[in-house]
């Protein structure tokens, strides 16, 4: 249907593939419209057909990392999800850095995944839980995390207007169509935002303001 979200997925393992292409396929608003072995694969096939969102399974050969870095460079409008069975912190950071929207682990049953797939295509993120709560751990034991609220007290009423946007998950330019604001604008404002809150990148920014900001 012109309305379904049209989705790519790549993985080694011919069965699991197979397994989650055919969960995909069952719902009425999803269309898989292609599936891919490898991370070079996935990347030709992600350039070809332009979908709204790829799955990528980080341990597949090539690296999913990589094709995620890479598609994110050359589609930024493609969401980007890794499912993988990695509950290592460093494939976590890894993979919100290169411009995944979100980090499944393969347990995961079938509604929820179909679940999180709509959520992320929606302009959500997600990250399982309990990774998501040792990345925040990790980060206020490190010399950059945020080490109490004062910090926020420094943001302008625009600035904390887009880190709410952060925590929930929106681009920049989703951000900017919710504020009346230019893309570049909200790019000038998140470099002040980032240094604000003495954090690295925007991954950390997301963590401590869903923190601060519970929905």
């Known amino acids: ?108 049953g079938g509604k929820e995944l179909v679940r999180i797939v709509r959520t992320i295509h929606q302009g959500e993120s997600y990250v399982s839980p309990d990774l998501a709560k040792r990345l925040l751990i990790a980060m206020r034991e490190s010399d950059v995390a945020v080490e109490d609220s004062d910090t926020f007290s420094d943001l302008s009423a625009r600035e904390e207007q887009i880190l709410k946007g952060v925590a929930r998950g929106l681009s920049n330019k989703e951000i900017g169509i919710e504020l009346s604001l230019q893309e570049k604008t909200i790019k000038h404002y998140m470099t002040n935002i980032l240094q604000k809150l003495h954090v690295k990148n925007r991954v950390q920014a997301a963590l401590i303001a869903k923190e601060h900001f519970p929905s």
């Open 1 to 108: 249907m012109s309305n379904s979200v049209s989705i790519v997925w790549a993985d080694d393992h011919p069965l699991f593939r197979e397994g989650v292409a055919r969960t995909l396929a069952a719902e009425d608003d999803f269309d898989v419209v292609g599936e891919a072995s490898d991370a070079d694969e996935a990347v030709v096939m992600v350039k070809n057909l332009l979908p709204d969102i790829v799955i990528l399974d980080i341990s597949m050969p090539g690296s999913g990392i990589e094709a995620a870095r890479q598609i994110s460079r050359s589609c930024p409008v493609v969401k980007i999800i890794m499912l993988t069975v990695s509950e290592q912190d460093d494939d976590v950071v890894s993979a919100l850095q290169v411009g995944a929207r979100g980090y499944i682990l393969k347990g995961i």
